[in-house]
């Protein structure tokens, strides 16, 4: 590995300092301003310990300190968990714990209350002193990059350990194909905490480019929306998910809106519903639906959507050049094209495992009979078939994960929630589709007649559990139909919402 994304930026500001690098409503950062800001950061950083391994979650809100915070921790050597100060505070702490943080880095306005909840040696970013010259090593490529999280069945959020090969590969990747530069100007609309923010974020600004960052609150408005892409001139969106391109594609004068846009890259959920609605003729740039799970460094493969697709497959594309993709039986045996198998990633972008947890780990992380010495490849738990041209077809999950607005959830953290209230004696969370093919969570749960409504439900989940996890509709039943083994029988339930 020759440098890393961070030494891209840093050359961009070299070479062209005065160039815009950030855009917010409060107005603009140069490149020769986001260097000076990301090494001051770094230095200090380093008197602190930050190094090699040491993992430093970022507690601050979107703009350009998480920007700086992320890069300058990747400076130091250290790796970073950038924590979405919106998630409720027991989520935050049990993100911290499995994440193996050793330092927090916040601002002053947030310190107060996160260190009576979250008790590690506070890094200020608005009180930090004159840098002092101590020099920044290149990071061993596999040393640890960052940490970021996935829904798990224990009840406690995954956490997801990912090297600094991957992520340095995949971000420059991503620069050549997707033909970046200094005139691309990039949205940023994925949440921070959510591995989908490092591309929208970093891309752009490896490449020279823009990065346009503003109140994401503001975004999920059709007409807010529109109006920041028409006024910052927006061209480019490398993460956006089918449901948010569907809610976009319902809005007055959608093609209008969106005919600036040169490259928009979805992924997250199916693409099929939006392109099933007409969708991709609103679009009048490039449409990539990009798939990939946070265990191997976001995307894996990618598929450049044709003017007129046909809508009644799932393509994903075929695996970008820092992946392999193979498509094995349960006995890890290679399928026959156009079989069905489930797919296994290998490739520098696989990350290191799950923090604090070998066994899962060893489960999901196999040998790759394929590779080098002690090479190993994820297996995803996802369904996929090869046509002849290589192109792979997205066919679900072979387990209970679902996606709903780009994040990957296990009904199983919402059912142990749910069994965390006292009036609550049985739950299953089941997942279903709405006539416009978006998924939906409907918990079914037992207890005392009318001893808690919808509200309070929401109430008790909303307090761990953030918001795409909360259920859409809840059933009291009075008992739980179960199957011949004594497993709840979750055919049974989908079955009768259904009716």
Not at 463 to 487: D, E, N, Q, W
Request: with cysteine; net charge neutral; charged share 20%.
């Amino acid at each position: 590995m020759t440098g890393t994304f961070v030494d891209d930026i840093l050359a961009h500001a070299a070479r062209t300092p005065e160039a815009v690098a950030i855009v917010t409503d409060d107005g603009v950062l140069r490149y020769g301003e986001l260097a000076d800001r990301i090494h001051r950061l770094a230095a200090h950083l380093r008197t602190r310990g930050v190094g090699p391994e040491q993992v430093c979650a970022i507690a601050v809100e979107r703009g350009v300190d998480a920007v700086v915070a992320m890069a300058a921790v990747l400076r130091a050597g250290g790796a970073f968990l950038s924590l979405d100060v919106d998630l409720p505070t027991p989520r935050l702490a049990a993100q911290l714990t499995s994440g193996g943080a050793r330092h927090l880095l916040t601002s002053s306005r947030l310190a107060q209350n996160l260190r009576l909840l979250l008790p590690l040696p506070a890094i200020l970013l608005d009180v930090l002193p004159e840098p002092d010259g101590l020099p920044f090593p290149a990071p061993e490529p596999r040393a640890l990059a960052y940490v970021s999280h996935t829904s798990g069945s224990t009840g406690a959020p995954n956490a997801v350990l990912i090297e600094h090969r991957g992520l340095h590969a995949y971000l420059r990747c991503l620069v050549r194909d997707f033909e970046l530069g200094p005139d691309t100007v990039v949205l940023q609309l994925a949440p921070l905490g959510y591995d989908a923010s490092l591309r929208d974020t970093f891309a752009p600004l490896a490449a020279g480019g823009r990065l346009v960052l503003v109140d994401r609150a503001k975004l999920m408005r059709a007409d807010a929306f529109a109006e920041t892409v028409a006024t910052h001139g927006v061209n480019t969106v490398l993460s956006t998910t089918p449901s948010f391109l569907t809610f976009l594609a319902q809005a007055p004068g959608a093609a209008e809106r969106l005919r600036g846009i040169r490259l928009l890259a979805s992924s997250g959920e199916s693409l099929r519903p939006f392109l099933a609605a007409g969708g991709r003729s609103l679009l009048g740039g490039r449409l990539v639906n990009q798939y990939g799970p946070t265990e191997c460094t976001m995307t894996s493969t990618r598929y450049d959507v044709p003017a007129d697709p046909d809508t009644g497959t799932d393509p994903v594309g075929t695996p970008i050049d820092s992946a392999r993709v193979r498509l094995l039986d349960q006995e890890l045996r290679p399928v026959a094209d156009g079989a069905v198998g489930e797919v296994h990633i290998s490739g520098i972008g696989v990350g290191r495992g799950y923090g604090g947890q070998p066994a899962r780990t060893a489960d999901r992380f196999v040998p790759d009979p394929c590779g080098p010495p002690g090479a190993r490849m994820y297996r995803t738990g996802d369904l996929a078939r090869r046509w002849t041209d290589g192109t792979l077809e997205y066919l679900g999950r072979a387990d209970r994960q679902v996606k709903i607005r780009g994040y990957r959830i296990d009904p199983a953290e919402v059912e142990g929630a749910l069994l965390g209230h006292p009036e609550v004696t049985g739950a299953v969370v089941t997942a279903e589709t709405d006539d416009r093919g978006r998924v939906w969570l409907h918990a079914h749960i037992t207890g005392p007649p009318g001893a808690t409504g919808d509200a309070q439900l929401r109430a008790h989940l909303a307090a761990t559990l953030p918001p795409y996890m909360l259920p859409r509709r809840f059933t009291r039943l009075t008992s739980l139909p179960v199957t011949h083994s004594g497993k709840a029988d979750r055919r049974a339930l989908a079955l009768e919402a259904a009716r």
